[in-house]
């Protein structure tokens, strides 16, 4: 904090920026909004995106300042205008909500998009919504799903409800787009066949001009009386006129074999889905082999050649299913059953996938906080290395906060920094308080105090380790019969050894009258008086036992008459009152 400050009187801008998010959260300080607000103010003469942000944010929320919607709207617009993502994101919403500004969907629309294409997560259901209305952004179902479904994935579950929407939208314009783009085939199917026609019929009126010339050149040999080249023009000009017709004939019949393919699909499409649409009708009346069908035809989905006439959906088929099963229809039970089957299959899949997805999530956030942690550990080690040198100087303060660091030892995370390390801080607070440091003298005597404890506590260490000694060589000399070591041996189990915090011998009167009983057979006097408190002891245990036995069995006899008197028995009612009146 000290060196924040410091930095931060010294106009460096990303320490009062690091300095006003601390008073914010109450990090290492308690919150204080309004030391916030004017080190975000006075960072201002540097553009700073984030420093526009967080004022804005205070305007908003009235923390630190006076409430005032109007000018936290400027200060996110600027914001935006810098590139801070959460900056165009807040403008966006108030241009959308006309909070703070006049409401604007054009101006709403250019801010959230500036948002959601920066990634930031909000902004993706507005955008998606955007889309999908299409007022100031054209409109587009496949991108309203693209941001709907990143909105689900960042855990916004309200955009669901929408997606279905947009999806089932979305799969009517796919079928409206792939029947236009067949019907553009169909089209361009005929042009081509047309267009081939045309170069056919130039290239045969190309040919029929070499024929003209070969005529030519015949009538000329045949003046010349070259019989034999007429013979050979006559035969070409034959085989030309035959093969031209050849040509023509397939053509025609190609054309004529599409023209009349495409007409029979559509004519059978639609025949099979007025079919459909009659066994849909048999199946509502009640009908169960209809309703088999008509489960088997979403299970399967519905085909007239190459055209699809009903789409696979097996939500569908199990609904048919399971009303023509109702009705006894065992095809129908096994079809349902087979179905539940594949089901179950498709919804573990999707679980495992957001499973696996969880577990992935929860290892990068993970290994995100492990390199946050460290990072900050880095930090904290610079920041208190910067410190031992700031007390090398000499100066009281630094040594203050140095043996205060040692005192206090300083963690980060689960990565500790700096140990505890007591005789150092002894030694910079004497420096310290030498130096005219008033505070050291309170934290000296602390850890005189807590230097004392540890001394105290390592002492009880070292004397329960002695006592665990002394007791172990007391059993052997008790094991050899002497009456006096058994009688200490005893008090040892009837009193329990403790050092500080450490138990040597745990208490064990059990173990204390057997060793009592020995003591007395050989004639120790003293341990005839500790066996009478041994023996009070057991039968005072024992006594306690039957007390809570006999209130157990008193419980249960209540809680029978308690039944009883439910029961409306007036006796057992008469009982149980009387009872309550006596407690």
Known sequence: MSYYEKASAKGHVDAKIKLAELYIGGVYVEKNYEKAFTLLKSALKNENGKVYLMIGLLYFKGKGVEKN?????????????????EGAFRIGTCYFEGTGVRRS????????????????????FYVGGLYYKGKYLKNDLRMAVYYFEKSIECGFEEASRYLAKVKFELMELEKEEEAQRQRQMEEKFFELSEERIREQKKKDRENEGEDEVLKLDGLISMLEGENTHNKATEKIF?????????????????????????????????????????????????????????????????????????????????????????????????????????????????AAKIQEKLKKDIVEKNEKKIMESQ?????????????????????????????????????????????????????CLTKSLAGGNIEAFGLLAECNE????????????INAHAMKNEFKALVQ????????????????YYEGMNSGEHEVVGKDIKKAMECFVKAKE???????????????????????????????????????????AETGNSDAQYYLATQYMED
């Not at 250019?110 to 948002?115: C, D, G, I, N």
């Not at 807590?450 to 260490?461: I, M």
Request: hydrophobic share 35%.
């Open 69 to 85: 919607l109007e000018e936290g709207a400027i200060y996110f617009e600027k914001s935006a205008n810098l590139g801070v993502s």
């Open 105 to 124: 969907e054009e101006m709403a629309t250019k801010y959230l998009v500036q948002a959601a294409e920066a990634g930031f997560e909000k902004a993706y």
């Open 238 to 350: 034959k085989d030309t006129e035959h093969e031209k017709q050849e040509i023509k004939t397939r053509l025609e019949a190609e054309q004529k074999s599409c023209s009349e393919r495409h007409v029979r699909e559509r004519v059978l499409a639609r025949a099979a889905l007025n079919e459909f649409e009659s066994l849909r009708q048999f199946a509502e009346s009640g009908n169960d082999e209809a309703q088999y069908l008509m489960g088997m035809s979403y299970l399967e989905g519905k085909y007239s050649g190459k055209i699809q006439i009903i789409e696979s959906n097996i939500d569908y088929a199990m609904d048919w299913f399971a009303k023509s099963s109702a009705q006894g229809h065992t095809l129908a039970k096994e079809k349902l059953t087979y179905c539940a089957q594949e089901k179950a299959k498709v919804v573990a899949a999707e």
């Open 375 to 427: 990072i900050a550990a880095k930090a904290a080690r610079n920041e208190f290395d910067s410190l031992v040198q700031y007390a090398e100087t000499g100066s009281a303060d630094g040594l203050y906060y140095l043996g205060k660091a040692y005192f206090e030892g300083i963690k980060s995370g689960n990565i500790e920094v700096v140990p505890v390390n007591i005789e150092e801080a002894i030694k």
């Open 450 to 461: 807590k230097k004392a404890k540890e001394e105290q506590k390592r002492k009880d260490k």
């Open 477 to 492: 000399y008790a094991e050899t019969g002497s009456p006096d070591a058994l009688y200490y041996l005893g008090m040892s």
């Open 522 to 564: 050989g004639g120790n006097a003293e341990a005839i008086s500790m066996l009478e408190k041994c023996e009070e002891f057991f039968r005072k245990e024992d006594e306690a036992k039957k007390a809570r036995i006999k209130a157990r069995a008193a419980k249960n006899e209540f809680d029978s008459l308690v039944q009883f």
